[in-house]
């Protein structure tokens, strides 16, 4: 969903009274983007004034309009954070390993490194409910047992507890709330309280539509696997001429697609090169990073850590996946920096990527080297970075909702 279709719609039901000043911003806020989405292609449009960077090229569905959404976001976002709640199921999150992303989330919001927090609620556009669904499965899910209910437990007396202290839940109904999560258990931790699940912001890194996942006041956003929790060195790459491998995937058979995957191309190719148990003489990074494409199939859920890693390797994605919206969709294209592969056309990867022009892989290889800004961890986090990214899928997803 693009950026303008995304601010042309409106929530049945999200309309609710509100504080005028709050309300007035982002009135303004969305007449201006509009204006840019309109007038990006004119001659007289001025350019914005930015001193680190200007969205340009075709990686973006309009370069124009999310450069002024970007802007006006970082002049006037306030995010309020309950404070409510106790570590370590609650402000706290852990930052490596495959769910990373949700913890460096919540820590940089607690701690204010993002620099959207609000200490008062009253000026807020939204609010953040600082669950970490990892850290509550962690303490008290037992695997013997499985009762996923403590999950329901957990969120349903927060959301009941903030909905007796403050008015804000029960004026919105909760549309100007979001919750975020990276635990493949993400959306089921909204299913219990209805309107967190109907009508708040839920950021997931598993954004998949056929459990529910709507991209019209639903925000996606990458899995990032860190593994120790370091950060540095995390990109690199040859450069495309000595790039002499032509697609790699190495990992597990799980999930409906990377079975198939296995089972046409494991072992089977010189050019294609994919492994379940990658060899004792080969490393994972170095492969990537020296491949021309890296195959990122869907596991067990949509999601895949390997999208970033290819993105930060200079490997152009071949994406194989079904009913995942991609991360910052509404902004970024990216056809235009990855190639998508049904799983139908899995016996045909080979022919697929060959068939492929030099002068389109070169454009596709461009558009990954310009869109890893948009992708990376960064501590502190840099603006445009995918931390950056995050909060501007939730101010486009708060200004798809208009109060009176």
Known sequence: MDLFLLLRLHHGSGYWKRDGKVEAELATARALIREAQLNSNSTTSSPLGDEDYVPHGDIYRNPYAF???????????????????????????????????EGLFLNFMENDVLKYRTQDPDKAHVYFLPFSVVMILHHLFDPVVRDKAVLERVIADYVQIISKKYPYWNTSDGFDHFMLSCHDWGHRATWYVKKLFFNSIRVL?????????????????????LLTG??????????????????????KSHGKIRPVLLNHWKEKDKDILVYENLPDDLEYTEMMRKSRFCIC????????????????????????????????????????????????????????????????????????????????????????????????????????????
């Open 67 to 101: 450069h002024r959404s970007y802007l006006l976001m970082e002049k006037m976002f306030k995010i309020y954070v309950y404070e409510e709640g106790d570590p370590p199921m609650f402000h706290y999150g852990l930052c490596k390993d495959i769910y990373s992303m």
């Open 230 to 251: 370091e950060i540095n060195n995390l990109t690199g790459g040859l450069d495309p001429i000595s790039r002499k491998t032509l697609a790699f995937f190495a990992g």
């Open 205 to 225: 890194c598993n954004a998949n539509i056929s459990e529910y996942f709507n991209p019209e006041k639903d925000a996606p956003f990458p899995e990032i696997n």
């Open 297 to 404: 199939p869907s596991g067990h859920e949509v999601a895949s850590p390997r999208i970033p890693e290819a993105i930060y390797s200079g490997c152009v994605p071949v994406l194989i996946s079904e009913n995942y919206v991609l991360p910052f969709s509404d902004v970024l294209n990216w056809e235009k920096f990855s190639v998508s592969v049904s799983v139908k056309e899995i016996p045909e990867l080979k022919r697929i990527l060959m068939d492929i022009p030099e002068e389109r892989y070169m454009r596709l290889y461009e558009g990954v080297k310009k869109v890893k800004r948009h992708i990376l961890v960064n501590d502190p986090p840099k603006r445009y970075d995918v931390f950056n990214m995050i909060i501007h899928s939730i101010w486009l997803r708060r200004l798809n909702v208009k109060l009176l």
